[in-house]
């Protein structure tokens, strides 16, 4: 029997950053995401012998290992080495064999959750093995504690409740790791033109999104006024871009994304660079009245808001940076699993 999973990748529409500690438990943060029709896969098969098999296909990387109680992390596919090892510890699995296979339509460093996510398809698989019984807020905390406690890698809370729940949400992050997960129940007219108007660019350059993190939380561990001010903005632009989606108030989402892109360059100087900027400039003389780097920021994808018909200039002249124009659709479903 295969046991499936896939759970899908997020936008950041606004509030990103806001979600990372030590500001999240000094101040609270907030965010407003929604996830798209790109996905992160993962299939398992046990296997008779005590023999771990994993696979990564989009990266090329092949891992043959012997079950035991704790796999030591090496660099290679620690994410789901340390999504094993939580089963062992947290649920009572004796060491087991297994063939995982892995595949994400969206490269590492590209801030749209990557890693994250595919933590969140690993382990729901795994749910399906073994049939435990976790929910959506199980999922998610389990994928954090694997990626931030386990494999201390810098980073926020959003990707994994985005990926586990799904759909639009505002979410709130508060100390002790408490998360709210608000799910946004927006007409499907102004998703539609949210849709049509929003373009989704890979840049096609990757970067080492913890470097950039671990600079906005030493930022605030030392007070710079600066950062924190400009996080505190960041929330306030979630709350303005839920009540845009709620109220319909669509013509103003162009200025809020604008507005959050001028504050989270204030958190961290490595957040843009010369060459996001002139990406940036370009696709609003071509029409766009706003945008973001996706993530933590440095390169991976960017969004642009190109309101009435003016989305196929701006595409045009995105062309001439080399990347890509990608086509997604928004989805109201999180982590989903099957066996067959």
Partial sequence: MIYRSKAPLRLGLAGGGTDVSPYADLYGGAILNATISMYAYASVKMREDKKIILHAIDRKELVELDATDKLTFDGKLDLAKGSYNRLISDFGIQPFGFELTTFVEAPPGSGLGSSSTLVV???????????????????????????????AMAGGRQDQYAATFGGVNFMEFYEKDKVIVNPLRIKDKYMHELANNLILF?????????????????????????????????????????????????????????YGFQQKKLMAKEITNSSIDEIYESALKAGATGGKISGAG???????????????????ALERFGGRVMPYQFVNHGVISWNV
Avoid: C, W
């Avoid at 710079?224 to 989606?245: C, D, G, P, T, V």
């Avoid at 808001?305 to 200039?313: F, G, Q």
């Fill in 121 to 151: 398809a690993i382990i729901a698989a795994f749910v399906e093995v073994f049939k435990l019984p976790l929910g959506e807020y199980d999922i998610a905390h389990l994928a954090y504690k694997v990626e931030r406690e386990d494999l």
């Fill in 202 to 258: 890979n840049t096609e350059t990757s970067r080492l999104s913890h470097s950039i993190i671990e600079k906005q939380m030493e930022n605030v561990n030392n007070k710079n006024e600066a950062s924190i001010e400009a996080m505190h903005q960041l929330k306030e632009q979630a709350r303005r871009m839920k009540e845009a989606l709620l109220r319909g108030n669509i013509h103003e989402i162009g200025e809020i994304l604008h």
């Fill in 298 to 316: 440095g390169g991976g994808f960017m969004t642009f808001y190109a309101p009435e018909n003016n989305k196929y200039k701006v595409i045009e």
